[in-house]
């Protein structure tokens, strides 16, 4: 199966940046739809981002537009979640998930995804 691994986060204090990875190997060339979630402490995991593999197709949650960016490198099966002017909200455990398109639902569903990461802990501090 695939194995999603997230790299990249850390502590940055309010209005700073981080770049987050998540490395796809196993099969992922079985994957066709890469997302970002995240989940705080005492809160749902939530949608962040989304992206196709082929077409680099994106959406985001309304909270994060204008300042996150979801990108891919197919080559190194690899996407990435560039995070710009942080704010004390967006600290979570950001995780990335993999799905074929075979489960019901939609993208900004977890259900909708077969694979996923273990997390990377994003702490902004204000």
């Known amino acids: 199966q695939v194995q999603l691994v997230e790299s990249g986060g850390g502590v940055v204090q309010a209005g700073g940046s981080l770049r987050l990875s998540c490395a796809a190997s196993?099969?992922?060339?079985?994957?066709?739809?890469m997302g970002w979630f995240r989940q705080a402490p005492g809160k749902e995991r939530e949608f962040v981002a989304f992206i196709t593999w082929r077409a680099g197709i994106t959406n985001y949650r309304d909270s994060v537009k204008g300042r996150f960016t979801i990108s891919r490198d197919n080559a190194k099966n690899t996407v990435y979640l560039q995070m710009n002017s942080l704010k004390a909200e967006d600290t979570a455990v950001y995780c990335c998930?993999?799905?074929?398109?075979?489960?019901?639902?939609?993208?900004?569903?977890?259900?909708?995804?077969?694979?996923w990461g273990q997390g990377t802990a994003v702490t902004v501090s204000s």
């Open positions: 196993g099969r992922p060339t079985s994957t066709y739809f």
């Open positions: 998930a993999a799905g074929t398109g075979a489960r019901e639902g939609a993208y900004y569903s977890p259900g909708y995804y077969e694979y």
